[in-house]
């Protein structure tokens, strides 16, 4: 009844946790259609060499006869990818003087993202403005971070949300955060007790 296809070209693909870009993903949600899938849930590994054709129209995935069934199984087996992929989509900027920021927040998932993130960064700083009783996050917001000697380590770079994270070397800094013409000042001390 079926016969198997040769598939000598690619015999394994194993998709890695760290980068898949959604072209690939848009490749693979394609190739689900005509070739079917098998172990993609439990391994993450597509073996090419497993999969049946039963017509020009319609593959199956053992145990799946339905193309949709395979497009949810492989969603399912691509959702820890793409939650890496998304951890790794934060854009990096350097200054001259090396120092390696990333900014963002706008939306309850990136907020959450770079709540995370901030862990791993040694300064985050995050904004907002007190409206009334409540603090309302703010965006664009002008940056600038000098070193205890006073040479600026990050110079007005703007912040494309109300986070920032920089990873600055321990020490003491003067933080200056510029929003609708008005500045506030503050230390931090990084890698020390203070606040970072």
Avoid: K
């Avoid at 706008?106 to 300064?123: K, V």
């Amino acid at each position: 009844m079926g016969r198997q296809v040769n598939t000598s070209v690619c015999a394994r693909t194993t998709i890695s946790r760290r980068a898949l870009p959604m072209a690939s993903l848009r490749h693979l949600l394609s190739v689900n259609r005509s070739v079917g899938l098998q172990r993609a849930a439990r391994q993450q590994i597509f073996d090419m060499s497993n999969i049946h054709h039963q017509s020009a129209r319609r593959a199956t995935l053992r145990g799946m006869p339905h193309p949709i069934g395979a497009a949810v199984l492989a969603m399912a087996a691509l959702l820890p990818s793409l939650r890496a992929y998304a951890a790794e989509a934060v854009p990096l900027h350097a200054t001259p003087e090396g120092v390696v920021f990333a900014s963002g927040g706008i939306g309850t998932d990136e907020s959450a993202l770079m709540r995370r993130l901030a862990r791993e960064w040694p300064a985050s700083f995050e904004f907002a403005v007190r409206d009334g009783s409540r603090n309302q996050y703010a965006a664009d917001v002008v940056v600038t971070v000098r070193s205890a000697s006073g040479r600026p380590v990050l110079s007005d770079v703007r912040a494309q949300g109300p986070f920032m994270l920089a990873r600055l070397a321990p020490g003491l800094y003067q933080v200056e955060a510029t929003l609708g013409g008005r500045t506030l000042r503050q230390r931090i001390d990084v890698g020390g007790q203070g606040p970072s």
